[in-house]
């Protein structure tokens, strides 16, 4: 369970990233709760230096958090997918953010095979492609207006576009894992 301040530093984080009220604490709580979603935390003392959010998804949730229609194969009861990894800036380029990818996807692969990202496409996306890259992730395609009707669902403020609707693309990247015996 996150504490307090740790969950007031992961708002403020998201909310320089993707903007305001993309991550509500409505949802972090409801993100923390679920024993299907996991948020890794790399803090110093009591500082958050980078957080992510994985989840492994059965086949028919898939599309509510990664909006598209991916097929999954028949043999995969799950899915998994890293929506979202943050490193506070002053901390980028120090292994933190390889590090939570590693223990996101250990706690994947302990039910799915494969895991999926998306990537907001807003100028500064080159640091999380080169991250997804050097850890193996193959990219998969560009969506256009990606998160246009979840911006305008949730009504959030994009970093870039402001307030809904959200015109911002997104790179959507893959990758398999070896799916490991619990």
């Known amino acids: 369970m996150l504490t307090n301040s740790q969950s007031n530093q992961i708002l403020l984080l998201a909310n320089l990233a993707f903007g305001k009220s993309y991550l509500t ?39 509510k958090y990664l909006f598209l229609n991916v ?6 009861e799950w899915q998994g997918y890293r929506k979202m990894t943050i490193v506070n800036q002053e901390y980028q380029g120090k292994g933190i953010g390889s590090e939570l990818i590693r ?19 807003n100028g500064k996306e080159a640091k999380m492609t080169n991250l997804l890259d050097k850890n193996g992730y193959q990219f998969i395609e560009k969506r256009a207006n990606y998160w246009k009707s ?8 994009c970093a870039i576009c402001g307030a809904p609707p959200c ?4 790179l959507i990247y893959k990758k398999n894992l070896t799916l490991v015996e619990q």
């Open 71 to 76: 097929e999954s194969s028949t043999d995969q």
């Open 150 to 157: 979840d911006s305008l669902e949730k009504r959030y403020n």
């Open 25 to 63: 604490r409505a949802t972090l709580n409801s993100y923390d709760k679920s024993e299907n979603i996991q948020i890794i935390v790399s803090g110093k003392n009591e500082e958050v230096l980078g957080f992510s959010v994985v989840m492994v998804l059965r086949p028919e949730e898939f599309s």
């Open 167 to 170: 015109k911002c693309a997104a």
């Open 103 to 121: 223990k996101g996807e250990a706690f994947i692969q302990t039910k799915s095979k494969t895991v999926f990202s998306s990537i907001w496409c």
